[in-house]
């Protein structure tokens, strides 16, 4: 279960006339969501797909040392931002996974090759375009290391594609070299993927993804708290609230804020509106951001992502360690809220897959909701493109 508070820190923020005025343009916005045809996160996944990629996560355990995830943005952050939350900080017993693509760096990409030259590994290139620089640029280096070690036929079984399911350069790869491949339907963009195998798959490798699938598909019943979130941010916004603070008290959430960042900044950042989201740790960044928050320019709102319950229990002076971090959590909100800061409260019952994968159902839910609250097209990325082809066009010459 997850719990919303959009109220007792935020109400007197709040216009309640122009909150009532936008509440009753719920069913306009929704009918526009409908309309989309970049939707297709939203329908359930087929049975058959789930099996093939259970499977072909059995197959990877079975046969290699480690997996190797090549992929940048929206073909990165949801598995990797998920997996994150669910890993043990020291002694992680869950199979081995290597995310790379999201960086030029020499020094990684070097470490990398060294590090997997001696190791049997299996690769999962993620690209919807298929010409994503970075992935690119990942890949041949890769590809170039399995050449030196293994024969063309050997190599098929070391290389799974997931890309679009006709078109660029990734598709055509598999097409000539017969390699195994996943889609990522046309109807669903880079951020709203995490319901296809470009994060399913290197997710069944450690988890029942059932569970996640069913969690996802809950969040539907989220739509209500989307919509009202939606609404609170924008008229925060309307109030000279320009910047959105994502605040988590636990550092396996720190990229669940970037896949946040993302989701947000990508759908609604475009033809100059737009929150900008930007993300705490705390207590860590109380020492450092706080001091701004508290005391800075008003041009902040918080929304703060609680865990309830958690696992694991240590007892601090005769009190529950997590209970006593979610007391602090409060009072750094009453804080904030006494320094003229709006804060958002999100709970979560307990900390488990299933109410993960809902949470992020609702944040897509309410940040296309957003887009269109905002009357931009949540579904693009142009300003993404831009950039995307001025490299192309640098690296031509
Ligand atoms: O959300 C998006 O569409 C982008 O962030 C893309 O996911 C990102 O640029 C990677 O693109 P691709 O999957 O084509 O490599």
Redesign the pocket.
């Known amino acids: 279960m997850i719990k919303f508070d959009f109220n007792t820190y935020v109400d007197s923020f709040l216009d309640k006339e122009k909150y009532n005025k936008l509440m009753s343009k719920k069913e306009e916005v929704i009918t526009k969501f409908n309309n989309s045809n970049m939707i297709g996160w939203t329908k359930r996944i087929d049975e058959f797909l789930i099996q093939d990629i259970n499977s072909t996560a059995k197959y990877i355990k079975d046969n290699f040392d480690c997996l190797l995830v090549i992929?940048?943005?929206?073909?990165?952050l949801g598995s990797y931002s998920f997996d994150r939350i669910f890993r043990k900080y020291f002694n992680d017993d869950k199979f081995k996974i290597i995310y790379a693509g999201t960086t030029l760096s020499s020094k990684y990409l070097d470490e990398l090759l060294n590090y997997l030259n001696n190791k049997n590994f299996c690769v999962n290139v993620?690209?919807?375009?298929?010409?994503?620089m970075e992935?690119t640029i990942t890949y041949k280096l890769i590809k170039d290391l399995l050449k030196r070690k293994y024969s063309d036929e050997e190599i098929k079984k070391h290389i799974i594609i997931t890309t679009d399911k006709e078109k660029g350069p990734l598709r055509q790869e598999v097409e000539e070299n017969s390699y195994k491949s996943f889609v990522?339907p046309n109807d669903i963009?880079?951020?709203?993927?995490f319901i296809t195998p470009?994060h399913l798959l290197p997710l069944a490798i450690n988890y029942n993804i059932n569970e996640i699938i069913d969690g996802y598909y809950h969040g539907k019943r989220l739509i209500d708290n989307a919509y009202n979130y939606a609404v609170v941010r924008k008229l925060l916004f309307d109030s000279t609230r320009e910047v959105e603070n994502f605040c988590v008290s636990e550092q396996n959430f720190s990229y669940f804020t970037e896949w946040l960042k993302?989701l947000f900044g990508?759908t609604e950042g475009k033809q100059r509106v737009g929150i900008l989201p930007t993300s705490c740790v705390h207590t860590r960044d109380l020492h450092s951001l706080g001091q701004f928050i508290q005391d800075g320019n008003k041009i902040v709102f918080e929304t703060y992502i609680k865990v309830k319950r958690v696992n694991e229990y240590i007892e601090y002076n005769g009190r529950n360690l997590h209970e006593l971090n979610n007391l602090v959590e409060d009072s750094v909100m009453r804080a904030h809220f006494k320094g003229d800061v709006p804060c958002i409260d999100i709970t979560i019952e307990e900390l488990t897959p299933y109410n993960i994968s809902s949470l992020i159902y609702f944040f897509q839910l309410s940040a296309a909701f957003s887009g269109y609250l905002f009357g931009v097209e949540p579904f693009n990325?142009p300003g993404?493109e831009i950039y995307?082809n001025e490299i192309k066009e640098t690296l031509k010459g």
């Open positions: 992929g940048i943005g929206g073909s990165f993620i690209s919807k375009s298929g010409t994503t992935t990522i963009g880079g951020r709203y993927s470009a993302q990508e990325q993404v995307k």
